[in-house]
C-alpha cells in the first residue's frame, strides 16, 4: 500500500477517559475497538485505528448530573456570566482547537473515509463557523443593550439559555455538524452532554483537553458509548431541555419518546432527507450534469442535502442518461489521500451489501443499471449505479440511500415530481435545472412551499453556513445558520418594569453599579 508517511497510522490511540464534571475521568471498563474500513495491506484488512470506552447507564447519569449542577437551577457560573465572559472561553477554545487540525483531518480521513480536501474543508469550515458565531452573538448582544418603553413599562429584553443539552451529531460530519449544534448552544449559556457519532469519534479525542481547559467545570461532558445505552436513561431522567441531535428521525423520535415532560423538551433536529433535482427540458444540460454529478456523489452520497432522486424531463432523458453516465464512470476512487479522489470508502462496513439490495430491487422492478461500472464492489465500497428507469414501487426511490446509487425517474408532467414531492416525508431542498423564466416562476412559488432551499441551477448544499438550514416534515425541527443556532438554544427573557421614579432609580443603579451581568447596555466591541 502506498500510504504517504504522515498519513500511515503507526500507533493506535487509545481513549482512556472521557469529560465528565472538568475531569477527564480514567475508564478501566469495556471498550470497543474502532476500525476504519481502509487497508493499510496490500492484502485487504480492516486498519485498527483505536479503542474507545463503552460507558454505562451510571456514566451517563454522572454527565447528565454534571451538567445539571454545572446550570445550576440557573444560577451556575456559565448561564450567568456576561456574555463578554462567555465568549473569552470559545475564544480559547478554538485557539486551541487550531492547533489540532492535522490529527484531525487525518482522523477524519481514516475514520469516515472524507477525502482530504472535504477532510480541510470540513476543520477550517467549523473554526470559521465558531469564529462566525462569536461575531453574531456580539451583534446580538449590542443588539439589547438597551431599555424599551411601551404602554408605561420598561423592559431589558435579552436571549438567555434554556438548561441541559444533550447532543449528538452525524458520522457525515463528526466534527463540523456536532459543532454547528454545541457551539451555539454552550455560548448561549447552556451546559451540554455531548457522544460522539458511531464513526468519526476518535478524531474528537485530540479535543478533550481543550474543552476541558476552556470552560468552567461541567459545562461540556463528553461521553462514548452505545446510544442507547447513554442517551436513553440521560432522557428518561426527564432533565434534558434540549435534544439537539442531527441523523435520523427514527432515532430523533425514539429519545424525544422517553423524556416524561415533552413541553420542557425543545428540539434542534436536523434530519434525513431525499433532496431531488429536477431538470426541465430547456436546461443547460452540461450544467446541470456537473451539478447532479457534484449533488449525488460527493462524500458518496452520504450527505443529508445530497441529490439522492433526479427527474428528467423525458424530451431529453436520453441524452442526460448517457452523458451523466459517462461522467459517473470517470469519478476517481480511491483512499481519502490521493490525488483526485472523489469516491472513497464507505465507512459503514455493511453499506455497499445495502446499496447492492436497493440495485436488486430495482432490477427485480424493472430499471437497469445504465453506467458501465455501476455495482462494482470491492471490500470497501460499491461504485455509483445509475438506475433508469425508476419507479415510486422501488425501494430506492422510497428509502434515502444514504450511500453511492443514483436513481433517475423521466417525467412529462411537472406535475409528477411536484406530487411526489408533496407526499414525500421529507422536506429540505430541492436543485431545479432550467432557463425559461415563465416555467421557473410559477414553479420556484410551489417549490418554496414544499421544501426550504430552492437551488437555481445548482445542487443542493447546507452552506454557506450564515444562511438558514432547515426543512419541513421529518427533515428537520428548528433551524441552523451561524444566526439562527444562537436563537434555537435559547429564549427571549427580560426585566420589565413599570416606569416611575422608584424603578427607574433602582434600573439606574442597576446600570451604574455594572452588578448584573444580565441588566446591561455596555456594548462589546
Ligand atoms: O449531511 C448534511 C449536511 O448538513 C450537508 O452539508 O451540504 O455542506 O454537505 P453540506
Known amino acids: 500500500m502506498n500510504i504517504p508517511e504522515q498519513y500511515q497510522i503507526k500507533n493506535i ?3 482512556q477517559t472521557y469529560l465528565v464534571g472538568g475531569e477527564l475521568k480514567p475508564w478501566a471498563g469495556e471498550t470497543s475497538d474502532v476500525y476504519s474500513t481502509i487497508s493499510s495491506t496490500p492484502d485487504y484488512k480492516p486498519t485498527l485505528l483505536g479503542t474507545i470506552p463503552v460507558l454505562g447507564e451510571k456514566e451517563a447519569l454522572d454527565a447528565l448530573n454534571a451538567a445539571t449542577l454545572a446550570y445550576n437551577k440557573g444560577q451556575g457560573l456559565w448561564p450567568t456570566m456576561k456574555v463578554v465572559d462567555r465568549i473569552a472561553c470559545m475564544e480559547k ?5 487550531k492547533t489540532k487540525r492535522e490529527e484531525i483531518v487525518k482522523l477524519l480521513m481514516w475514520e469516515i473515509g472524507k477525502n482530504l480536501g472535504d477532510s480541510q474543508k470540513e476543520f477550517d469550515r467549523t473554526v470559521e463557523y465558531i469564529y462566525d458565531t462569536i461575531e453574531d452573538y456580539k451583534q446580538m448582544d ?3 443593550a438597551k431599555f424599551e418603553k411601551n404602554s408605561g413599562v420598561n423592559a431589558h429584553i435579552r436571549r438567555g439559555p434554556l438548561g441541559v443539552v444533550l447532543c449528538l451529531g452525524p458520522y457525515n460530519y463528526p466534527l463540523n455538524e456536532t459543532f454547528a449544534l454545541l457551539i451555539p448552544a454552550l455560548i448561549m449559556g447552556n451546559t451540554a452532554i455531548f457522544k460522539p457519532a458511531k464513526h468519526g469519534v476518535l478524531l474528537i479525542s485530540p479535543l478533550l483537553e481543550a474543552f476541558q481547559t476552556s470552560f468552567p467545570n461541567g459545562v461540556v461532558n463528553i461521553i462514548y458509548g452505545r446510544g442507547r445505552t447513554v442517551a436513553t436513561p440521560i432522557m428518561q431522567s426527564g432533565k434534558v431541555d434540549v435534544l439537539a441531535l442531527i441523523g435520523n428521525s427514527k432515532s430523533a423520535n425514539a429519545l424525544q419518546n422517553q423524556h416524561p415532560k415533552s413541553n420542557r423538551l425543545r428540539l434542534v433536529l436536523g434530519l434525513e432527507a431525499k433532496n431531488p433535482a429536477i431538470v426541465l427540458k430547456d436546461a ?13 456523489t460527493s462524500f458518496n452520497g452520504q450527505r443529508c442535502t445530497a441529490l439522492k432522486v433526479l427527474y428528467v424531463h423525458e424530451a431529453i432523458v436520453e441524452e442526460f442518461n448517457k452523458r451523466f453516465s459517462a461522467k459517473v464512470d470517470a469519478l476517481k476512487f480511491g483512499n481519502p489521500w490521493e490525488d483526485g479522489a472523489k469516491l472513497t470508502p464507505l465507512p459503514e462496513p455493511d453499506k455497499p451489501a445495502y446499496i447492492q439490495e436497493l440495485i436488486d430491487d430495482a432490477v427485480a422492478k424493472g430499471a437497469k443499471v445504465i453506467n458501465k461500472k455501476g455495482g462494482e464492489t470491492t ?3 460499491i461504485f455509483p449505479a445509475v438506475l433508469y428507469p425508476v419507479t415510486k414501487d422501488m425501494r430506492v426511490f422510497q428509502e434515502e440511500q444514504f450511500g453511492p446509487v443514483i436513481p433517475v425517474v423521466s417525467f412529462s408532467d411537472i406535475e409528477e415530481p411536484l406530487d411526489d414531492m408533496a407526499a414525500s416525508n421529507y422536506g429540505q431542498q430541492v436543485s431545479l435545472f432550467g432557463a425559461d423564466v415563465k416555467t421557473l416562476a410559477p414553479l420556484i412559488d410551489t417549490l418554496v412551499n414544499l421544501v426550504c432551499r430552492v437551488n437555481l441551477n445548482s445542487s443542493c448544499q447546507r452552506g454557506p453556513d450564515v444562511y438558514p438550514f432547515t426543512g419541513r416534515k421529518d427533515s428537520a ?4 445558520s451561524v444566526h439562527d443556532a444562537l436563537r434555537s438554544f435559547s429564549i427571549r427573557t427580560f426585566v420589565a418594569s413599570k416606569d416611575n421614579a422608584y424603578n427607574n432609580a433602582i434600573l439606574k443603579e442597576l446600570l451604574d453599579s455594572k452588578a448584573s451581568n444580565f441588566v446591561s447596555t455596555d456594548y462589546i466591541l
Open 142 to 144: 449590542r443588539n439589547s
Open 284 to 296: 443547460d444540460l452540461d450544467l446541470a450534469i456537473e451539478e447532479c454529478i457534484a449533488g449525488a
Open 379 to 381: 471490500e470497501n465500497y
Open 477 to 480: 425541527v428548528a433551524t441552523l
Open 93 to 97: 477554545f478554538v485557539t486551541q482547537m
Open 13 to 15: 490511540l487509545n481513549q
